[in-house]
């Protein structure tokens, strides 16, 4: 049996191997196409750490996908820090118990068909900012938060990164932010 694993696997590195473009890139390549990968990503998928040290994933609105919410691109365009990452989530969810013990959290996006990711890591804040949290809230959400823009269970989390990792075509990219 193991034998025949360690064949089916360098069969498919192989495969892999002829069907790929190796690409060299920059870290400004990379944060270009990291960029775009975050406007095309259906879902964000958000790592928390739970009470005893655990990972916790699982995958979240893409905010930042230009199809699902178009109305939100302006909005972004004219973040300072490009990678600013916002998600929205119950104040009751797991995810706002994690980040009260620990706001440490990564942000994933990728295109899982051509094997290409980005990992974004940092701190995250709580925004209580009626403001900030009006321009990231849209009618239908109500089916979530049943009072609206002012419900309690509406919870508005942002992530200033402070590191990154981006993967294309064997390229591991590692870059501060």
Known sequence: MRNKTWKKSDKIY?????NQDVIR???????KLGIKLMEE???AILTTIDKVGSPITRAMFNLRNKEQFPEFSE???????????YISTN????KVTHLNYNPNMCVYFCDAEDFKGLMLGGSAEI???MEIKRKIWLEWWTRYYSEGLEDPDY??????PTNARFYYKLNQINFKL
Not at 14 to 18: A, I, T, V, W
Not at 75 to 85: A, D, L, P, R, S
Not at 91 to 94: E, G, H, I, V
Not at 155 to 160: G, I, K, V
Request: glycine share 0%; charged share 30%.
């Open 25 to 31: 890139m920059d870290v400004e390549e990379a944060k």
């Open 75 to 85: 909005f972004f365009k004219n973040q300072k820090n490009q990678f600013t990452i």
């Open 91 to 94: 104040t009751s969810s797991s």
């Open 127 to 129: 925004i209580e900012d």
């Open 155 to 160: 919870t508005l989390l942002r992530m200033e």
């Open 41 to 43: 990503s259906k879902a």
């Open 14 to 18: 192989n495969l892999y191997q002829k």
